[in-house]
């Protein structure tokens, strides 16, 4: 067990819908990354947060937002669905940016099916 | 733009056998290193990281890597692969500005019994 906590699980919904992705870093963790995994893109990096403010964004589309909450806790809401949005949706969460504690630990991630 | 790659997409060892997965970075400046593994269906976690002094570094299981600047490396290796083993393993960079967690696309290993 990592200490990164995502809910659900599993989604399963219908395309043109949203849904929202949760992830609780572990404690004393202040940066966030969210990254989507799917068998031909690899392991794509949307976007990370430092302490409440976006520190860094990757290929995350523009139907896709995500943001950190005072109390660290981190969402990622993905609207209009589509069928290629089907992935593993991993939040990954670190102490610091850089150095010795600047390893990221994976949540289990949330599978999201959209049919 | 920064990248890793991991020119080694799929790997097939028998047990026993010695393993060298490739990782190439490219960012001019100072770096942290790491390479993780992903069990199949398990989330991604930590083999072993470098951030500074001895370039060999030893992670879990056995595994190591070295770390040569010059060559922009930090390929993993390890001596005797164990069925185990079969995961997908992934390079991780980290610039030192802090921004971003760059991951290649990923080697996939198959041992073989």
């Known amino acids: 067990d990592s200490g990164v906590t995502q809910t659900p699980k599993h989604l399963i919904t219908a395309t043109g819908q949203r849904v929202t992705l949760r992830c609780s870093p572990r404690s004393g963790d202040l940066s966030v990354y969210w990254y989507q995994q799917s068998l031909d893109q690899g392991l794509q990096f949307l976007i990370q947060?430092?302490?409440?403010?976006?520190?860094a964004k990757g290929n995350i589309l523009e139907r896709f937002s995500a943001q950190q909450f005072p109390d660290l806790h981190s969402e990622l809401n993905l609207s209009s669905l589509e069928l290629g949005d089907s992935a593993l949706y991993f939040c990954?969460?670190?102490?610091?940016?850089?150095?010795?504690?600047?390893?990221?630990?994976f949540g289990q991630g949330t599978r999201l099916t959209v049919v | 733009a920064q990248s890793v790659s991991q020119h080694n997409h799929h790997v097939i060892l028998s047990e026993a056998a010695s393993l060298e997965l490739g990782c190439n970075y490219s960012y001019g400046g100072t770096v942290n290193l790491f390479w993780y593994v992903q069990y199949p269906g398990q989330h991604l976690q930590l083999l072993l990281k470098y951030f500074s002094g001895d370039p060999l570094v030893k992670g879990i299981k056995g595994f190591e890597a070295e770390f040569i600047k010059s060559k922009f490396s930090f390929n993993l290796r390890k001596p005797s692969v164990q069925w185990s083993d079969t995961a997908e393993y992934f390079c991780a960079v980290t610039p030192n500005t802090g921004n971003q967690f760059y991951f290649g696309t990923g080697t996939s290993l198959t041992v073989i019994p």
């Open positions: 990954a969460s670190s102490v610091a940016l850089t150095g010795p504690d600047s390893e990221a630990f």
């Open positions: 947060y430092y302490n409440g403010e976006e520190r």
